[in-house]
């Protein structure tokens, strides 16, 4: 079975598919012909972002893919710097009348803090912004709800404050980024690690080491690294506008990464920078 027709579950029940395309970068314009190309490759799950600035292109190609709206896994965020309760709820109804749907698959708390002040403390703020997540998702208007770049002290804000578990936490993870205490967090809990960046975003590609290990395997090195993170029991978000690459980004179901080469992949501790 394709990779493309493989699913996690998570903790409510929700399916998602194991790949996603991710739309970070891709402008308005270029992303209702990248999103088309994905889905015309297989691509069932669509990742996008408010701060994007693509989710009515992305909106578009869906609706003019003539698949039916439940046949596409849609996510997107709350910008990292808007905050709070009825902010949260009125970027909600932007992000669905942008992408023309009423009902989001998963929606997630872009980041802890604007990036402008990463690392600055607005757990108070985040709070309340959860508390707006949890009323679109008993409303019925976001069938799972997540979280980005949490760690988990600030996932445990959450867990002290509110009443629902995030059902995801999207962070950058690639072979040597591999975050294991943030894994580790989410696991004991249930939480469903998405990979965003699994190639480093390009920077592993010339990575002698990967090219080696890639090459045993006959796989290119993108291929390689999508076939650890879902290893991994990570979901992986691999980003690209090239029609060829998309489809080889799915194609990798006929291999499997050895105990031996996982562990030298999980050594790596390197940005690639």
Known sequence: MSVLNEKYVMYNG?????????????????????????IR?????????????NEEGVGKAIR???????????????PAEIKGY???????NKTVKNLGTEVLDLYLIHAPWPWTDKGGNYTAENIQSWKAFEKLYREGRIRAIGVSNFSPADIQAL???????????????????????YVAFCNKHNILVEAYSPLATGRALADPLLNEIAASYAVSVA???????????????????????????????????????????NAIHSEFR
């Open 159 to 181: 867990l002290d404050n509110c009443e629902i578990v995030p059902m995801a936490n999207q962070i950058a993870f690639h072979a040597g980024r591999t975050q294991e205490e």
């Open 41 to 53: 490759a297989g691509y069932r799950h669509i990742d996008t972002a408010l701060a994007y600035q």
């Open 86 to 92: 009825d902010k949260a709820l009125e970027s909600f």
């Open 64 to 78: 003019e893919s003539g698949l039916k709206r439940e046949e596409i896994f849609i996510t997107s965020k709350l």
């Open 223 to 265: 291929q390689l690294l999508i076939r650890f993170t879902l290893q991994r029991g990570t979901l992986p978000l691999p980003k690209t506008t090239n029609a060829n690459r998309m489809l080889e980004n799915t194609q990798v179901d006929h291999f499997m990464i050895s105990d031996e080469d996982m562990a030298r992949l």
């Open 14 to 38: 929700v399916s998602i598919p194991k790949i996603g395309f991710g739309t970070w970068q891709i402008p308005n314009d270029v992303a209702v012909k990248s999103v088309s190309d994905a």
